[in-house]
């Protein structure tokens, strides 16, 4: 129901756009957010948008990098990549028509897109 995409290996500076594809039914309704695991941590919030795009949650260490946006897919727009930005990269529909830091309150979750940003 959910597919992450658009993720690579760049250099440090470079920029992302991730896409979430879900089918209307599954998120139209429903708040959307990216989250991160790299190797050895644990996952991550990185980003969250409303069911109408209207209110938008960011994480500390992305907050001026990196723009969540939405239209009939959620995009995650990544600029300035660092080395500690490499890490898969989920979305993720949230169980209310806002998004939220805590994991659990999403209900779906897609298969992640690897990022890995070089030095």
């Known amino acids: 129901q959910l597919q992450a995409s658009g993720g690579g290996p760049v250099q440090t500076g470079a920029s992302l756009r991730l896409s979430c594809t879900a089918s209307?039914?599954?998120?139209?309704?429903?708040?959307v957010g990216w989250f991160r695991q790299a190797p050895g941590k644990e996952r991550e919030f990185v980003a969250s948008?409303?069911?109408?795009?209207g209110a938008t949650y960011y994480a500390e260490s992305v907050k001026g990098r990196f723009i969540i946006s939405r239209d009939n897919k959620v995009y995650l727009q990544m600029n300035s990549l660092k080395p500690e930005d490499t890490a898969v990269y989920y979305c993720?529909?949230?169980?209310?028509?806002?998004?939220?830091?805590?994991?659990?309150?999403?209900?779906?979750w897609g298969q992640g897109t690897q990022v890995t940003v070089s030095s």
């Open positions: 993720a529909v949230s169980r209310s028509a806002y998004g939220s830091s805590q994991a659990g309150q999403y209900q779906y």
């Open positions: 209307k039914r599954t998120a139209s309704n429903n708040g």
């Open positions: 948008i409303s069911w109408n795009g």
